[in-house]
Nanobody, 122 residues
Framework: VQLQASGGGLVQAGGSLRLSCAASGSVFNINVMGWYRQAPGKERELVATITSGGSTNYADSVKGRFTVSRDSAKNTVDLQMNSLKPEDTAVYYC?????????????????WGQGTLVTVSS
């Protein structure tokens, strides 16, 4: 499974950016897709996720500003980021969790994209 992210860049505070991520390869049973970010000197943190059923989860710091969406038919996940703040500056990583099975046992696998840099200037 490969994840290809795009859409990062430089934007002024208050501006908007849209990140997109496409999953390819043996993508059959996606459990969840989403975005994480890692700022310089900090640990990677969850930004937003969306399950196969459409349930979403957001970090408190982005609620009301970011919107995650997915196209299950195309195996893509997008992140619309509005009202960006300098503290949103980070490398954003696309993530997916996929399940496979062998017999009656289900296995879960995590995959990460290469990361795309978002820089918000003040």
């Amino acid at each position: 499974v490969q994840l290809q992210a795009s859409g990062g860049g430089l934007v002024q505070a208050g501006g908007s950016l849209r990140l997109s991520c496409a999953a390819s390869g043996s993508v059959f049973n996606i459990n969840v897709m989403g975005w994480y970010r890692q700022a310089p000197g900090k640990e990677r943190e969850l930004v937003a996720t969306i399950t196969s059923g459409g349930s979403t989860n957001y970090a408190d710091s982005v609620k009301g500003r970011f919107t995650v969406s997915r196209d299950s038919a195309k195996n893509t996940v997008d992140l619309q980021m509005n009202s960006l703040k300098p503290e949103d500056t980070a490398v954003y990583y696309c993530h997916t969790n996929i399940w496979t099975h062998k017999g009656w046992t289900r296995y879960y696998h995590d995959y990460w994209g290469q990361g795309t840099l978002v820089t918000v200037s003040s």
